[in-house]
């Protein structure tokens, strides 16, 4: 019993330290005022991203480090690398959504409001399709 209550002292601890956030807690001043800031700038830099041009590198060099890498897999192959970012702009939380060919190429862009479905993005933006050989 005396384990219990010690995990349980633990666990109330470590949930009231301040600043500690867990996912879909309100953030603080700081971070909201910096998420503010990262938003007005993926805005203002995402329409310099061009699907079937810009690549992985260029992308690196004006908008910095994803927030978030997926890489899709076909069994042995490598497929589409997905990044995001994040932001905050007046229509609220979102995030910028960038997929990637097998030649680092960007293939589809765009901003996803975190809203939910029906809120107002952008219409993504992809790179020509070439016809199957």
């Not at 971070?31 to 700038?41: L, N």
């Amino acid at each position: 019993m005396a384990g219990v209550v010690c995990g349980a002292g633990l666990a109330i601890c470590c949930f009231s330290i301040p600043g500690f956030t867990a996912p879909g807690d309100a953030p603080s001043d700081d971070s909201a005022a910096a998420a503010a800031v990262r938003g007005a700038e993926l805005n203002r830099k995402l329409p310099e991203i061009v699907p079937g041009k810009s690549t992985k590198a260029q992308v690196v060099a004006l908008l910095g480090r994803p927030w978030r890498t997926v890489q899709y897999n076909d069994l042995d192959e490598l497929e589409d690398e997905i990044w995001e970012y994040r932001g905050t702009d007046a229509q609220g939380p979102f995030r910028v959504h960038i997929e990637f060919d097998r030649q680092d190429v960007v293939h589809i862009a765009g901003k996803i409001s975190d809203r939910g479905s029906g809120s107002d993005g952008t219409p993504a933006r992809s790179a020509p399709s070439t016809p199957p050989r």
